[in-house]
């Protein structure tokens, strides 16, 4: 039988009719894997007991305080300082987090906003285990995968220019602007374009930046001299090493590479430092491996299943002990 995650939620919290009890029991002495399971899933509730069942921001309440914190400087509002206040307080309302309630329990959209008096400096963060789209002053979208970050500067953005500074992982469809070049920034890379779809990898901990273009056409830059590194036709990727910058395009399927934005997470060939490494950022876990073995390479996709249900399938795979307290996985 299939974990009924839900029943054995409204199990826990003494919710279920005599019915649900009844085929939760039933679940639960089927198998001895089943009882463990059972317990380990309750050994975990402690993790979400302090949360609250729901949660709705006073949102007028918060826009007042947020206005009375800056009253005093729009007693004089002259020129450039009056507008970077205002870009602040549209920044600072912009910040004010989404809390959903889902099923009795808590998504906190942890996608922030940021912007200074001076520079008006625009920072959007997805953190591990989320993604976000947002849609930039010139009507481009953006997803933003875990662990991702996106800069640009609120002021200059579309007037004078279409830069933005990525760390992380993202997906672009550039609006388009003869007038104006789209250009990412990434360790040291600028990839421009005019209006097209791409994929960028550029994490801090990896060695390679892939660029990925599914349409329209991309040229890549070393970011201090200016030297041409490539350009992509659609369907090929650029990988490029952050140490060297040496550039390698070779074929690709873009619809694979970005089947993230579609909530799938795709592994193809890959050991288990770095299967680790991806399903830290799916999953918003820190993985703690002991005896490593670089030699299994794993290919799989994961879509719905939860981190518990991955981990089974991994050890049918590749034997081996786990436990999954909170957010923490310790693998031997």
Not at 52 to 64: G, Q, R, T, Y
Not at 200 to 212: C, L, Q, R, T
Not at 220 to 234: C, N, T, Y
Not at 259 to 264: A, D, F, H, M
């Amino acid at each position: 039988m299939k974990i009924p995650y839900e029943l054995i939620a409204k199990y826990i919290r003494n919710e279920c009719s005599s019915d649900e009890i009844r085929t939760v029991e039933k679940w639960m002495n089927s198998s001895v894997e089943n009882r463990q399971t059972f317990q380990d899933l309750k050994s975990e509730w402690k993790y979400l007991e302090d949360s609250s069942p729901e949660i709705i921001p006073d949102k007028e309440k918060m826009w007042n305080a947020i206005t009375r914190r800056l009253e005093l400087s729009f007693n004089s509002p002259s020129g450039n300082n009056f507008r970077r206040r205002l870009i602040a307080v549209a920044a600072i309302a912009a910040s004010v987090a989404l809390f959903l309630s889902i099923g009795g329990t808590i998504l906190y959209q942890h996608i922030f906003t940021t912007q200074t008096f001076e520079s008006a400096l625009t920072e959007i963060h997805c953190p591990n285990g989320q993604k976000a789209q947002v849609f930039l002053p010139d009507g481009t979208s953006v997803w933003l995968n875990s662990g991702t970050s996106l800069k640009y500067d609120g002021v200059s953005f579309n007037q004078k220019d279409r830069k933005v500074e990525l760390s992380g992982e993202a997906f672009f469809e550039v609006t388009k602007n003869p007038k104006k070049k789209f250009t990412v920034n990434t360790s040291g890379i600028n990839v421009q374009v005019l209006g097209t779809s791409f994929n960028v990898s550029a994490y801090k901990e990896d060695e390679d930046v892939k660029v990925s273009l599914l349409k329209g056409s991309v040229s890549l830059f070393v970011q201090h001299s200016g030297e041409k590194l490539g350009q992509l036709s659609p369907n090929q990727m650029a990988i490029v090493d952050k140490k060297s910058m040496k550039s390698n395009i070779v074929p690709d399927d873009v619809a694979l590479t970005s089947l993230w934005i579609q909530n799938t997470l795709r592994i193809y060939n890959e050991d288990i430092l770095s299967v680790a490494k991806k399903l830290e950022r799916w999953y918003g876990v820190k993985i703690h491996i002991q005896n490593l073995d670089l030699k299994p390479h794993y290919s799989f996709v994961v879509k719905t299943e939860s981190l518990r249900e991955l981990f089974q399938l991994l050890n049918k795979i590749t034997p081996m002990k786990y436990s999954i307290e909170g957010e923490e996985v310790n693998i031997k």
